[in-house]
């Protein structure tokens, strides 16, 4: 594990998500307010391969919208209030593209962990596309680090850009998963934190990758973990937990 490693220890989920609406510019704004210059952010694809932010398989949560994005296209879905269910202060705030959240990035000096979060059966094809916009976007900065639950979308993205970092995302530890790391070419490995303790830290460590876990939202938990030698944390208590706190 002695790779120079260029991601804060803390990074701010879905922007910072709780405070202002997850995966939106005004969110990215509040967790940089905050101090924090690393984010996790959800990145899926339209109907027409526009990637942009959103978590959820459909619209209706988090936007004034319907159904499944991959079954419209960005002209429709850049017009969606992604900001009111939050809070009326958000009002009107826009689905972002993932160009925009890139230039915010690296205009604020922040690092970027790109969850790749296709809608289901879009594995590959948001894996190669989320690769190959993030490569253009970053050519000469740090790299984001791309990860995902879904190893299908992982082996595209390598297949698409060999040179971005990739990290498999964990919420079981399920049969097979150190084979699966190993063949997609993981820096890290990102597990949900009840599954990560000093045993994990140290095995994930012997085999050169790091260790990170999400999302963790209470001091004690985060402070075990930052003991036993976690590599990144991924909390929404942007105003509670991180950098300086
Ligand atoms: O990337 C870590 C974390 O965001 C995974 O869970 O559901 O919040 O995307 P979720
Ligand atoms: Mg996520």
């Given at each position: 594990m002695n790779k120079p490693w260029p991601y804060p220890l803390w990074l701010a989920h879905r922007g910072a998500g709780k405070l202002a609406p997850e995966n939106t510019l005004a969110a990215f704004r509040m967790g940089a307010g905050f101090g924090f210059r690393a984010f996790e952010c959800d990145v899926k694809l339209s109907r027409d391969g526009q990637a942009f932010l959103l978590?959820?398989?459909?619209?209706?949560r988090t936007t004034s919208g319907q159904g499944?994005?991959?079954?419209?296209d960005w002209a429709a879905l850049?017009?969606?209030?992604?900001?009111s269910w939050h809070s009326p202060p958000f009002a009107a705030e826009p689905l972002p593209r993932f160009e925009q959240i890139a230039a915010f990035c690296q205009a604020n000096g922040c690092a970027l962990n790109i969850e790749?979060?296709?809608?289901?059966?879009e594995e590959a094809r948001t894996g190669a596309a989320v690769a190959r916009e993030a490569a253009r976007l970053w050519a000469g900065a740090v790299p984001p680090l791309l990860s995902s639950f879904k190893p299908e979308a992982l082996a595209a993205a390598r297949d698409a850009e060999p040179a971005l970092p990739r990290a498999l995302l964990l919420d079981e530890l399920w049969d097979g998963w150190p084979e699966a790391a190993q063949a997609l070419g993981v820096v890290a490995v990102i597990t949900n934190w009840r599954l990560m303790d000093a045993a994990l830290i140290e095995r994930l460590h012997a085999q050169g990758w790091r260790a990170l876990v999400y999302t963790v939202n209470d001091a004690p938990v985060a402070r075990r973990l930052i003991e036993d030698g976690i590599d990144g944390i991924i909390t929404d208590a942007v105003d509670q937990l991180g950098p300086g706190r």
């Open positions: 978590h959820d398989d459909t619209l209706d499944s994005p991959a079954e419209q850049s017009r969606l209030d992604a900001g790749i979060k296709p809608c289901p059966g």
